[in-house]
């Protein structure tokens, strides 16, 4: 099968639009049926289930639903840090278990199901009390700019993005925001929890008029848990040339699978989170 056969562009699709939709459509379950729901929810383990998310949208390929938002934050000294909800106890089906979920603002209940996809449920650093101080660091692989200015685990600080405003790198249009690559409570973790943390205008303005996206962001910074919710992979926003083929030169793009997301359109997503091993 050719390039071209792999989930071409729809013509006449909508172009990825200045602000954001609260409360779109809900996503479905998943790709594989039914077959793997009633696995998920009859799997020995805690939490999981019926959850819905925020999420940056899904707009075109294969993948099932978007990427979940990570509410984030501005430390007193500038550094990015990723909200993790406040860890607290319930009963679910008669047994009590702890889980990491709070009320926020715009009625979305934000929860560390958010993130229990792609074998991450088993995930030390996914468990409601794993100690971290949430800080968003610089990861491998990142932007040229990056890798001048950071050195792999360094503290992403809001200076670095002062130019954010006009910031491009010759894929799709200069200006619509400045992104870097970036490790999410993976200090002192087997595991890595791979994001993007962009900062943009579109955003800024979005959050004037959103109250979630008011209580999610902040100076017009927004971050995602970026991994692929289609096989897993890790799509990139302005990494990759081949994604003007696909109308993602500004949005997210999957190289693998030609899945497309789109950053500045916040949206629900309804799947089924996998419950965390015993």
């Known amino acids: 099968m050719s ?3 792999k989930y071409p562009p729809e013509s006449g699709r909508r172009r ?3 602000g954001v939709v609260g409360g779109g459509a809900l996503a479905g379950v998943g790709a594989t049926g039914s077959a793997t729901v009633n696995s998920l929810t009859s799997s020995t383990g805690t939490g999981g289930g019926q959850t819905t998310a925020m999420a940056i949208e899904l707009v075109g390929g294969p993948a099932p639903r978007g990427m979940p938002q990570i509410p984030i934050e501005i430390t007193d000294d500038g550094y990015l840090r990723g909200k993790w909800p406040e860890v607290t106890t319930i009963t679910q089906n008669g047994v009590e278990i ?6 926020m603002a715009g009625d979305v209940t934000y929860s560390g199901e958010w993130f229990q996809y792609c074998g991450m449920e088993g995930y030390e650093n996914i468990q409601p009390e794993f100690e971290s101080d949430n800080l968003f660091r610089a990861a491998p692989g990142g932007y040229d700019w990056q890798s001048e ?3 792999t685990g360094e503290q992403l600080h809001v200076d670095s993005f002062d130019d954010y405003e006009e910031w491009g790198n010759g894929i799709g249009q ?5 992104p870097a690559s970036a490790n999410w409570r993976s200090q002192d973790a087997e595991d890595t929890l791979t994001a993007t943390v962009i900062r943009s205008p579109l955003i800024e303005e979005a959050a004037q008029e959103d109250e979630w996206l008011a209580a999610s962001t902040e100076n017009g910074f927004l971050a995602w848990l970026n991994v692929c919710t289609h096989f897993c992979c890790v799509p990139g926003y302005k990494k990759n040339e081949e994604s003007s083929r696909y109308d993602a030169a500004d949005g997210v793009y999957c190289q ?10 916040i949206v629900q997503t309804l799947f ?3 419950p965390r091993p015993n």
């Open 3 to 5: 390039a071209d056969d």
């Open 16 to 18: 990825f639009v200045k």
């Open 98 to 103: 702890t889980v990491a979920q709070e009320d």
């Open 149 to 151: 200015e950071y050195e």
């Open 174 to 178: 200069d200006g619509m925001g400045k």
């Open 256 to 265: 693998c699978h030609q899945s497309v997301y789109d950053p500045f359109n």
């Open 272 to 274: 089924i989170a996998r």
